[in-house]
């Protein structure tokens, strides 16, 4: 049994105008709505509940996806390239393939690591472990945490759930698939994008690996998509991106 199942979601319900909170009627990213005679005021999604409800959502993902199992050349790849990095910067990572021709990868605040058989085919194991330090990077960084925190807060089945006192627990397999989908295609801003990038760099600096491989895996990217598609090159231009992570490199 999961103890976590059993965290009730806090909801303050707070007789009070909400336009003192802030200028657009917003409080932590939810709109105001009224719950009876009282208002929703403010939800104290922490990042436990975070967690959970990623963990979850990973769950139902892998369920409908095809997860390469471990003796699957892709699986064994994936193995060893992550060699030792299952607890890594004080993170529990579950690393994954999924069979898909889509060149991506994606993680969750939970340490969910996903990657496609179409990144593996399309890169050298030095490119996709700096994929992989990048997505770990959003881990750590806890850009994905408040990602999926924001999401949740305005997800209405999360929020009918919540103001009835529930648990992350009684989120509905649709409810939990929704939220993986926005985590498979979060977009993040500039900011996170360029501090992941830098994170990778000092991640396969720590493990004696060459750092260059990021600006390799940006270039193959580059390759394939131009300069500005694929999915690690959605906000900053690729030439501002390997501008910084050279400056990383040359930093770390
Ligand atoms: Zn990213």
Redesign the pocket.
């Known amino acids: 049994m999961n103890m976590v199942c059993s965290r009730k979601l806090l909801i303050c319900v707070l007789p009070v105008v909400l336009s003192a909170c802030a200028s657009d009627g917003s409080f932590d990213g939810v709109k105001a709505t009224a719950i009876g005679v009282g208002v929703l005021a403010a939800a104290a999604l922490d990042e436990d509940d975070v967690k959970q409800a990623a963990s979850l959502s990973a769950k139902e993902l892998d369920s409908k996806s095809l997860v390469a199992t471990e003796s699957s050349p892709y699986a064994k790849r994936l193995a060893s390239i992550t060699t030792g990095l299952h607890n890594y910067a004080g993170l529990k990572l579950d690393f994954k393939v999924y069979i898909a021709k889509d060149i991506n990868a994606f993680a969750m605040a939970d340490g969910t690591v996903r990657v496609y058989s179409g990144l593996l085919d399309a890169m050298p194991d030095d490119q996709v472990l700096a994929v992989i330090g990048?997505?770990i990077g959003?881990v750590k960084l806890k850009h994905s945490y408040r990602q999926m925190r924001e999401q949740m807060l305005t997800n209405t089945a999360f929020q009918a759930i919540a103001s009835a006192g529930g648990t992350i627990g009684q989120l509905t397999s649709s409810e939990l698939g929704a939220i993986a989908y926005q985590a498979v295609n979060a977009r993040?801003s500039q900011k996170?994008?360029l501090e992941?990038d830098q994170f990778a760099v000092k991640m396969l600096r720590s493990l004696g690996k060459d750092p260059n491989a990021m600006l390799r895996a940006v270039e193959t990217l580059e390759s394939l998509y131009g300069s500005g598609g694929g999915f690690?090159s959605s906000h900053p231009s690729n030439s501002q991106r390997k501008d910084e992570i050279t400056k990383a490199i040359g930093a770390s």
């Open positions: 990048h997505e959003h993040f996170d994008e992941s690690l």
